[in-house]
């Protein structure tokens, strides 16, 4: 079945890029996407997306989608990550307390094309090559032992027992020097640390409550009645945790909150913060309400059929492709809009461009091809994917090509948006 999908695309046509195709300029996307959020924040993501070629790319998924659906594809559908870039692989806290480094953001997550998601981390890790001061040749090989990864290791899992690819661990992980920076952040990011660094105590008393502190433009205090509706979403979402979630959950009390701004393609979109209390002071839990509009995708897959809550399609994709997810994420409501629920900075550390200097850059990109494989594996069908790819390095030169050329493209993107910037 994988081979016959080589005649609806060859594997050598990946590294084609046709701008031409283009329906719609980048700032007309951009700016259809950016309907229905908070209007004072929608300028702070133009100028955190006009910071560098890669702050762009970060905020850029619908253009890229856009890019994406007009091309070929190869017809074999997966869970997508929906948004494959290097800050978007990142180490987080399990469920049993280890830290496990994995995909981490699953906003525009659905079912797709897979490689959808490789052509997007070839590209992120072009971009972020660049922005670490790397040749280009160095970078061409990242991208290739990157998408040779996926390969070998999805070959791997045609091979396996079913059981043993859900559960499959990424071996050697701790041992990449920028994993090895992402893990020791997290080690660091506990909910005390989260608490140190939000909140403030309302009075110089020993043991005096805190709140959360206003750090404009990223946080503040929401009014009363904001809050009280943000409190009260928590009642549906308790429904959509497993039972012993929600008995832990009931030894916390909520004391305040915030809205907070996170990411780069996210600003704009409501988030909330909520600061729990559990046994003590010393005791806090944070949980992040995030607003989930459709994946950028949604309008291009029209046969993905993703669930209609997009919190609920964000969680579900998560739990598709991630070995392990955090505890408490589930999904909301609150009046017209879908929002998502987890954990905050709970033991959440990524990589920063200046760790991928050196030899990082190949040896993080080995380390994200496995995971995208495991969590294409997990969702889709290895053996069909696996017998698409074949057993030479075709696939991996052509990703190589298409990463250089997009890139290219996204600097060029990039400069229109900061034209633009300045005419406003």
Request: hydrophobic residues 40%.
């Amino acid at each position: 079945m994988g081979q016959a999908h080589r005649k609806q695309m060859a594997r050598s046509a990946h590294g084609e890029l046709s701008i031409k195709a283009r329906k719609a300029s980048p700032m007309v996307l951009l700016e259809r996407a950016s309907r229905g959020r908070v209007p004072e924040l929608v300028k702070l993501k133009y100028e955190l997306m006009a910071d560098s070629p890669f702050g762009y790319f970060r905020g850029a998924v619908p253009v890229m989608a856009a890019d994406l659906a007009a091309m070929p594809n190869t017809g074999i559908i997966s869970q997508l990550c929906g948004d494959a870039h290097v800050r978007n692989v990142g180490a987080f806290g399990a469920p049993d307390g280890r830290l496990v480094f994995d995909i981490n953001d699953f906003d525009e997550t659905i079912r797709g094309p897979f490689e959808w998601d490789l052509k997007r981390m070839a590209a992120s890790l072009t971009l972020a090559g660049r922005g670490a001061g790397q040749k280009e040749t160095n970078i061409r090989k990242a991208v290739e032992e990157c998408i040779g990864r996926y390969c070998a290791q999805m070959r791997e899992f045609a091979g396996m027992p079913t059981i043993e690819v859900a559960r499959f661990q990424v071996h050697r992980i701790s041992r990449i020097e920028p994993v090895h920076m992402a893990l020791l952040k997290a080690e660091r990011a506990t909910p005390l640390h989260t608490l140190e660094q939000l909140t403030e105590p309302v009075s110089k008393k020993a043991g005096a409550e805190r709140r959360f502190k206003t750090i404009k433009p990223m946080l503040w205090r929401v009014p009363g009645s904001t809050a009280d509706e943000v409190i009260a979403s928590l009642k549906p979402y308790l429904a959509t945790l497993q039972p012993q979630r929600q008995h832990l959950l009931s030894f916390y009390r909520p004391v305040d909150v915030a809205f907070k701004v996170v990411g780069t393609g996210s600003v704009g979109l409501r988030d909330y913060c909520i600061c729990f209390e559990g046994n003590g002071s010393a005791d806090p839990l944070f949980l992040q309400i995030k607003e989930e509009p459709a994946s950028g995708y949604a309008s291009y897959l029209p046969k993905a059929h993703p669930p209609a809550h997009n919190g609920r399609r964000v969680a579900e994709g998560q739990r598709a492709m991630q070995i392990q997810s955090d505890p408490f994420l589930g999904w909301t409501q609150m009046g017209s809009r879908d929002y998502l629920v987890r954990q905050l900075n709970d033991h959440k550390g990524s990589i920063e461009l200046d760790d991928l200097a050196g030899a990082g850059l190949t040896a993080f990109g080995e380390v994200c091809g496995e995971l995208l494989a495991r969590g294409h594996a997990r969702s889709s069908d290895p053996l069909v994917i696996a017998g698409y790819l074949g057993s030479g390095g075709g696939f991996a030169e052509a990703l190589g090509k298409f990463g250089a050329a997009y890139a290219d493209q996204t600097e060029k993107d990039w400069e229109e948006l900061k034209r633009a910037q300045k005419k406003k």
